[in-house]
């Protein structure tokens, strides 16, 4: 019994040809997110993050806002970790987009593993480099 690949990756394609085509551009529209949206999230994590755990004056002085802030800020940070889970296999930044998803997002455990992944010194290094473009000061760890 001979196994013809070549007709076997065609029927493959025909099969699911709508389904390939919506990954793809998925992928391409959250590869696009990442690049506009990558710079400006390294920017935003204060300097002194993986020092200083105190609870912010914003979430003393405006309980409600703060609580809508939490839920995009996590509604964003999980369509990032989504989208480098995809961008490991498809173009893109995935590990990055993962780390900054992972940032974004609440969950438990959260502090110790980010605390793992920036001391990856390619993570530390990318992460103040980005910050650097956005006249940041680097990461404090």
Do not use: C, H
């Not at 390294?42 to 993050?49: E, K």
């Not at 609870?55 to 940070?77: C, Q």
């Not at 480099?129 to 760890?141: F, H, Q, T």
């Amino acid at each position: 019994m001979e196994i013809n690949f070549i007709e076997i990756s065609n029927n493959f394609l025909l099969t699911y040809k709508i389904y390939i085509f919506w990954l793809g551009t998925i992928s391409f529209f959250i590869f696009i997110f990442s690049l506009i949206s990558i710079k400006w999230l390294a920017a935003q994590i204060p300097t002194n993050y993986f020092i200083d755990r105190d609870d912010s004056e914003f979430k003393k002085t405006y309980p409600f806002l703060w609580l809508i802030s939490i839920i995009i800020k996590n509604l964003i940070g999980y369509t990032l970790i989504f989208g480098g889970v995809l961008m490991l296999i498809l173009p893109g930044q995935g590990l990055f987009t993962i780390f900054i998803g992972l940032i974004l997002s609440n969950y438990p455990g959260k502090y110790r593993l980010e605390r793992k992944l920036i001391a990856i010194p390619s993570i530390l290094k990318t992460v103040n480099w980005l910050r650097k473009k956005s006249n940041k000061d680097p990461l404090e760890i």
